[in-house]
């Protein structure tokens, strides 16, 4: 389980297609502490952590994830959101995040609002029941409050430290994100459905 608090953005150093996909991040986390086995969520998708050496660390991708993420879009230098997962007693500053991607949404939207910026995303139409107005998602692993919702377009703004410590500094229109629903809409919209 994640939160949402993105604690590195590092990138893409290397993809190697074998039997599946494996991907080799350069981090700033301290690598040697790592375990072989241990989750980091890379821009919102849980990945285990399979090698690593000082400053990278590497992780096998399915072609199942492949297909339902972002992870086919990295390249070489591609920045990456990291977060480690969340330990007994740690602070749950952002929400609940799982690190399972439920779809691919597009930036259609990027203008200021103040010292903010306002972004638009498109979501998949199957998620838009899931996203409501002063909820929380996960955008690229980052905890976010939906500001409004219409259809499946839904805003949130960015604020300064949000945008330079996560890989929305980089972001343009058009460029796709993972996005992952809040837990609690999932189960609410589960539980009607049995009605």
């Not at 779809?103 to 103040?114: C, K």
Request: aromatic share 8%.
């Amino acid at each position: 389980m994640f939160t949402g608090i993105i604690t590195d953005v590092g990138s893409v150093r290397s993809v190697i297609k074998t039997g599946d996909w494996r991907f080799e991040f350069n981090t700033a986390y301290e690598t040697a502490k790592i375990d072989l086995g241990a989750s980091i969520a890379c821009s919102g998708c849980c990945l285990t952590v399979v090698d690593r050496g000082p400053g990278w660390f590497a992780a096998e991708v399915s072609a199942e994830t492949m297909s339902k993420t972002i992870c086919s879009t990295w390249e070489a230098g591609s920045l990456v959101n990291f977060e480690r997962p969340l330990k007994a007693g740690d602070e749950l500053g952002g929400h609940i995040v799982s690190g399972h991607v439920d779809g691919v949404g597009t930036i259609t939207l990027i203008e200021p609002e103040g010292d903010s910026l306002r972004f638009q995303f498109k979501a998949p139409e199957e998620l838009s029941p899931f996203i409501a107005s002063k909820g929380s998602i996960a955008v690229n692993g980052v905890s976010l409050t939906v500001n409004e919702v219409s259809d499946a377009i839904f805003g949130v703004n960015i604020i300064p430290h949000t945008r330079e410590n996560t890989t929305f500094r980089s972001f343009q229109v058009g460029a796709l994100v993972n996005l992952e629903i809040d837990l609690l809409a999932r189960y609410v919209a589960r539980l009607l459905e049995k009605e």
